[in-house]
């Protein structure tokens, strides 16, 4: 394991190198400094959602239901701001995170004490989060006249040449990274992933688990409901519509496997990196960006390939080692 995770950081950071170097041979603006911060504060709100979709896969489960937490969260906060657009931003912020906490409590609650598979909770929750935007919104939405100034003005602050959006994910970054290599849960989800049979035996709460990687990702989708509804100053019912596709997409093209306990904090950044480089490359070269759904599926299985083939050739070792020893 500890020899996959830099090899495949190293490869897909070299696509990435080799993706932008084949668009700047027709579009040289596209790799200027500026493009790129832009490609990079495009790429937040995937960077950040990866990252809590990051530690759900790496115990073996599946949060299909990112997307509509942070569709609801941004609707709620959206009304929340129209009611009373007073209210300080950090309190908004603070609501969401709760909100997107609360929604993946309820995932974990499922997946821990009734013993659902993860799949079959999160297309469950899914579908009912989307079903209670229209039902406190009443289908309808939330323009940006109805909004505050501070309410969407707030992602789109510059602070040392970055807006607040990429700060966001920088930060998201910095503290996961602290996360998964120096702390305690950090080691318990890799355990968990890895082998959960014997993370029991070594007092490891699986459930519990389990659990808490489900309010991670809830609460970073919470927060990513804000900064999306305040940046593009919109709430609509069906915001971020399959956008739960495109971080599963991140997370595998990163190396993070389906089968848990591998993966990286640089692997679901790049792996978010490269869809997002995709995805602003498509219109400069006059690709239809509904291709980029093709080009992630295409990506999740070879990644997926590349990880199953990675994972025989470690058996073979093992076994070989093995009868080595006999």
Same mark, same amino acid.
């Given at each position: 394991?500890?020899?996959?995770?830099?090899?495949?950081?190293?490869?897909?950071?070299?696509?990435?190198?080799?993706?932008?170097?084949?668009?700047?041979?027709?579009?040289?603006?596209?790799?200027?400094?500026?493009?790129?911060?832009?490609?990079?504060?495009?790429?937040?709100?995937?960077?950040?959602?990866?990252?809590?979709?990051?530690?759900?896969?790496?115990?073996?489960?599946?949060?299909?239901?990112?997307?509509?937490?942070?569709?609801?969260?941004?609707?709620?906060?959206?009304?929340?701001?129209?009611?009373?657009?007073?209210?300080?931003?950090?309190?908004?912020?603070?609501?969401?995170?709760?909100?997107?906490?609360?929604?993946?409590?309820?995932?974990?609650?499922?997946?821990?004490?009734?013993?659902?598979?993860?799949?079959?909770?999160?297309?469950?929750?899914?579908?009912?989060?989307?079903?209670?935007?229209?039902?406190?919104?009443?289908?309808?939405?939330?323009?940006?006249?109805?909004?505050?100034?501070?309410?969407?003005?707030?992602?789109?602050?510059?602070?040392?040449?970055?807006?607040?959006?990429?700060?966001?994910?920088?930060?998201?970054?910095?503290?996961?990274?602290?996360?998964? %290599?120096?702390?305690?849960? !950090?080691? @318990? /989800?890799?355990?968990?992933? +890895?082998?959960?049979?014997? $993370? &029991?035996?070594?007092? #490891?709460?699986?459930?519990?688990?389990?659990?808490?990687?489900?309010?991670?990702?809830?609460?970073?989708?919470?927060?990513?409901?804000?900064?999306?509804?305040?940046?593009?100053?919109?709430?609509?019912?069906?915001?971020?519509?399959?956008?739960?596709?495109?971080?599963?997409? %991140?997370?595998?093209?990163? !190396?993070? @496997? /389906?089968?848990?306990?591998? +993966?990286?904090?640089?692997? $679901? &950044?790049?792996?978010? #990196?490269?869809?997002?480089?995709?995805?602003?490359?498509?219109?400069?070269?006059?690709?239809?960006?509904?291709?980029?759904?093709?080009?992630?599926?295409?990506?999740?299985?070879?990644?997926?390939?590349?990880?199953?083939?990675?994972?025989?050739?470690?058996?073979?070792?093992?076994?070989?080692?093995?009868?080595?020893?006999?």
């Amino acid at each position: 394991m500890t020899r996959l995770i830099p090899v495949r950081e190293t490869i897909l950071g070299g696509a990435i190198l080799v993706l932008l170097l084949l668009i700047s041979s027709r579009f040289a603006d596209f790799v200027a400094p500026s493009n790129l911060a832009n490609v990079f504060n495009d790429t937040a709100p995937l960077i950040i959602l990866a990252l809590g979709q990051m530690v759900v896969i790496l115990t073996r489960c599946i949060d299909l239901s990112v997307a509509a937490n942070l569709a609801l969260t941004g609707m709620a906060v959206a009304m929340i701001n129209v009611a009373m657009p007073g209210l300080p931003i950090p309190v908004i912020i603070a609501i969401a995170v709760l909100l997107g906490a609360i929604m993946g409590a309820i995932n974990g609650v499922l997946v821990w004490k009734l013993a659902i598979p993860p799949i079959v909770v999160t297309l469950g929750t899914m579908t009912i989060f989307r079903g209670i935007i229209f039902l406190i919104s009443d289908g309808k939405w939330v323009n940006s006249h109805e909004m505050s100034p501070a309410f969407t003005d707030f992602p789109r602050m510059v602070l040392l040449g970055l807006p607040v959006l990429s700060w966001a994910a920088i930060i998201t970054i910095v503290l996961f990274g602290i996360m998964m %290599a120096r702390t305690q849960f !950090g080691r @318990s /989800i890799f355990a968990v992933g +890895g082998n959960p049979h014997a $993370a &029991v035996y070594t007092g #490891i709460d699986v459930g519990k688990t389990q659990f808490w990687a489900f309010v991670v990702s809830g609460a970073l989708a919470g927060l990513t409901g804000y900064l999306w509804v305040s940046r593009f100053a919109v709430a609509y019912v069906d915001i971020a519509g399959g956008f739960e596709l495109e971080v599963v997409a %991140a997370c595998v093209i990163g !190396g993070i @496997s /389906i089968a848990g306990g591998i +993966g990286s904090v640089g692997g $679901a &950044v790049l792996g978010a #990196i490269f869809l997002g480089v995709v995805k602003n490359a498509l219109p400069v070269v006059n690709i239809s960006p509904f291709w980029q759904l093709a080009i992630s599926g295409s990506a999740i299985l070879i990644a997926v390939a590349f990880n199953a083939r990675a994972g025989r050739n470690k058996g073979r070792i093992i076994l070989k080692e093995a009868e080595a020893t006999q």
